[in-house]
């Protein structure tokens, strides 16, 4: 949450006030904004400046969010200005840019040239006062340390901050038709001071100026301390830097933007590239441990920032050279494992065909054995199948006699169980809820409960216990459908012991007496007892007659079988003779064709085993590759910081950082010259005029692969000569800076995209 911050945004609606201020016709108030918020805000800016004015690349960490917000917190105000203290690329142009915008603010700041005098700076004082004065425009002047070529531009903007008014800075002549404009406009405000004074009262609540400086500059404290409105009349924000985490999370968002960017551009193209390297984080350390180290040396966010872009650049090229050689490698490596992986195929496939002539060969043989055989054994099948008949018949009287006997056992015992498993099952709810409503049962429902718990298997007959299974869900239905096979031979004892002890309680009448659903539960009681002798008793004659039934079906499965080989002997001779035909066939075709494929593997083999010297190489080369990819990372990033902060280092200040960056990021062996340039390139530039040594060649690639101008100190003018030569294909133009047509021939190259050498810089 950023508290205080009111904002609003749109050129239609203007600025806002701080609050308990009234409102201007112009602007509403928003409220605070939290982060989140904010963010979206900021986006929607950034798009709408984008369109507007030119592409405007902003991550938003928390520092340009806090930027923007301090900004827009005084432009909100009336005549609200600001002093930017700070470092170079921080952000504060950009905030200030980007805020102007939203607020539909009339953005102004001098284009400063080589003759730009006072007489200028007065003519653009003149300009934005009358927009702010006059006309009434919400204007921002913004000021940056390299404008104030002349002290008395300080002077100027301190009167004007101080009054509203440059003393001097108009005639009476140019001043009378300003102010007579400004008659209805005055009367309508009710300004009954002069029309001068109403001016520069305009002035100061539609001017806004912003002043950039940068604070490690000698004649910073001189300039505020010599103009006391800078720090009097502006809110000073102090906007040095940004904070360590953010200096982290910066490389991961433009990395993030980056891969985003190149995977739009290549949706549409196949590619082979694999994440590798140092994590993000890891990465985040290392770029500001660089900046961190090069500090003292006047290292600047917007340097940070150069690093980072060197770094993106650098790390998409070499990663782009990489996987393209790596691409190549990979497809000559997949035809010559094609190639193997064919004839490996062909070698399977033959071996195959070798074993299938086998097979069929063997087939052949079989089917001429099966076709005697077959005829052989078609009378020995009929014999078989009248003792079978014979067989089963005596089976199947020996299980009507066991059925018979076990009919019997049961046809005493088997009604009494079912009638008593109806009459449980006929219980009606509210006898039983009767018995468990009982605090205590009588004996002889105690006695009957506990009869039917010990037969289902539960010991436990407590009357809790007892009441417990009574409220059980389906309790009537699980004791109608219990199968009296599960009765062992302990409780059926147990509860014959029961049965015995307390007769009368399983009496009919007796039970009927004590309970609606008692009797029915001691006549099932005593009927599963009765059924569990019965069961054992018959259990031998059970088994006895599951067994012969399991031999009738076997013996069953055997006639039916051989009924189907008797009734299909003919249909089987028929086919069996076709069978040793195909097969016959088949291995004769089979026989030509391995013959061919062996032909076809020897000549093949020959080819690979002189092909295999190469795969070898190629193999070694992809892993070559895949360990610079990996490494990549890194060494990007120690190119990038080279180029960047030690450019201008001499060559001892530059071997100690490399070495001291080389140890920090782990890295083991590193050669800029190799990466950043091929042996052939190096050569072509010697034969240029470069001059060979290792200071000459590293100054060659940064001046081709930095993102800034270089400046060269070059009084030999080698490097200005070679560059001639080298640069002669790109539409090279040499100028001078004290040529007549200097800003011409820059303006020309810059619209058609020359390449400039500018001589005798001041």
């Known amino acids: 949450m950023i508290d205080g911050f009111y904002v609003t945004w749109g050129a239609s609606e203007g600025a806002v006030v701080a609050p308990g201020q009234p409102l201007p016709p112009h602007g509403k108030q928003l409220g605070r904004l939290d982060s989140a918020d904010l963010k979206q805000v900021i986006q929607k800016g950034v798009a709408l400046y984008s369109h507007d004015n030119k592409e405007l690349d902003l991550l938003l960490f928390w520092e340009v969010c806090d930027f923007v917000s301090r900004v827009d917190r005084v432009l909100s105000r009336p005549g609200g200005s600001l002093l930017l203290a700070g470092r170079s690329g921080a952000g504060r142009h950009t905030a200030t840019c980007l805020v102007s915008h939203m607020h539909g603010y009339t953005l102004f700041t001098p284009k400063i040239s080589r003759g730009y005098i006072l007489k200028h700076f007065s003519t653009d004082l003149k300009m934005v006062m009358q927009l ?41 002549e140019e001043l009378e038709p300003l102010l007579s404009s400004l008659k209805d406009a005055a009367s309508q405000d009710g300004f009954t001071r002069p029309l001068y004074d109403y001016f520069s009262y305009r002035i100061q609540q539609n001017l806004h100026i912003i002043l950039i400086m940068d604070c490690s500059n000698s004649n910073f404290t001189i300039n505020c301390e010599s103009n006391p409105a800078f720090y009097r009349k502006c809110s000073v924000q102090w906007m040095e830097g940004w904070s360590e985490s953010s200096m982290k999370k910066i490389p991961e968002l433009l990395l993030a933007k980056t891969e985003q960017t190149k995977e739009e551009n290549e949706k549409e193209k196949a590619t082979n590239r694999k994440s590798s390297g140092s994590e993000p984080g890891e990465l985040g350390r290392l770029f500001l441990m660089v900046h961190e180290s090069c500090k003292e040396n006047g290292a600047t966010p917007s340097q940070y920032m150069a690093f980072l872009h060197v770094y993106t650049t650098l790390h998409s090229r070499k990663q782009n050279q990489l996987t393209t050689r790596q691409q190549h490698l990979l497809a000559g490596v997949s035809k010559l494992n094609e190639a193997k992986a064919l004839v490996d195929d062909l070698k399977r496939r033959a071996a195959e065909q070798s074993a299938l002539l086998k097979t069929k060969q063997q087939e052949a043989d079989a089917a001429l054995q099966e076709i005697t ?3 052989q054994n078609a009378g020995d099948q009929k014999t078989e199948m009248e003792k079978i008949k014979e067989k089963m018949a005596q089976e199947v009287s020996n299980i009507g006699e066991r059925k018979a006997k076990i009919d019997d056992e049961l046809k005493e015992v088997q009604p009494l169980v079912d009638e008593a498993k109806r009459a449980v099952g006929n219980i009606k709810p509210e006898a039983l809820s009767e018995i468990r409503s009982l605090r205590m049962p009588p004996d002889v429902i105690r006695d009957i409960l506990e009869g039917v718990l010990r037969l289902m298997g539960v010991f436990d007959t407590t009357w809790v216990s007892m009441k417990s299974f009574l409220a059980k869900r389906g309790v009537r239905e699980e004791i109608a459908t219990f199968d009296a096979r599960n009765i062992t031979p302990e409780i059926r004892q147990s509860v014959e012991e029961l049965l015995n002890r307390n007769k009368a309680s399983f009496d009919p009448k007796n039970a009927k007496r004590a309970s609606a659903a008692a009797a029915p539960l001691a006549a099932w009681v005593k009927a599963n007892v009765q059924y569990s002798f019965v069961l054992e008793r018959i259990e031998p004659l059970e088994r006895e007659q599951a067994g012969l039934l399991e031999n009738l079906k076997k ?39 391995v013959t061919k494929a062996q032909d076809t593997i020897t000549a093949a083999q020959q080819l690979i085993s002189q092909l295999d010297r190469e795969h070898t190489r190629w193999n070694a080369q992809m892993s070559e590759i895949q360990s610079e990819l990996d490494t990549l990372p890194l060494r990007a990033l120690l190119a990038a910081a080279f180029i960047t902060y030690l450019s201008a280092a001499s060559e001892d200040r530059r071997r100690h950082c490399m070495d001291t960056w080389m140890a920090q990021s782990g890295l083991q062996k590193f050669d800029l010259r190799s990466f950043l340039c091929s042996e052939s390139e190096q050569l072509i530039w010697k034969s240029q005029g470069l001059p060979s040594d290792d200071l000459s060649m590293e100054n060659a690639l940064v001046i081709l692969q930095s993102v800034a101008c270089p400046f060269l100190i070059d009084p030999s003018s080698r490097a200005t000569e070679w560059l001639r030569t080298h640069l002669k294909e790109q539409r090279l133009e040499v100028i001078n800076q004290q040529d007549n047509h200097f800003m011409t021939s820059v303006e020309l190259a810059v619209r058609f995209g020359k390449t400039l050498i500018i001589q005798e810089m001041d």
Do not use: C, I, W
């Not at 404008?147 to 531009?153: D, R, S, T, Y």
């Open 132 to 172: 702010a004065g006059l006309e009434g425009q919400q204007v921002v002047l913004l000021l940056e340390d390299y404008q104030f070529v002349h002290p008395a531009f300080l002077e100027m903007v301190n009167s004007l901050l101080s009054s509203g008014e440059v003393p001097g800075l108009y005639t009476a």
């Open 373 to 375: 055989s077959s005829m």
């Open 555 to 593: 013996t069953e499965g055997r006639k039916n079988k051989l009924e189907d080989q008797l009734n299909n002997v003919g249909a089987k001779v028929n086919n069996l003779k076709e069978k040793f035909q195909r097969h016959t066939a088949e291995a004769a075709k089979l026989e030509a064709e």
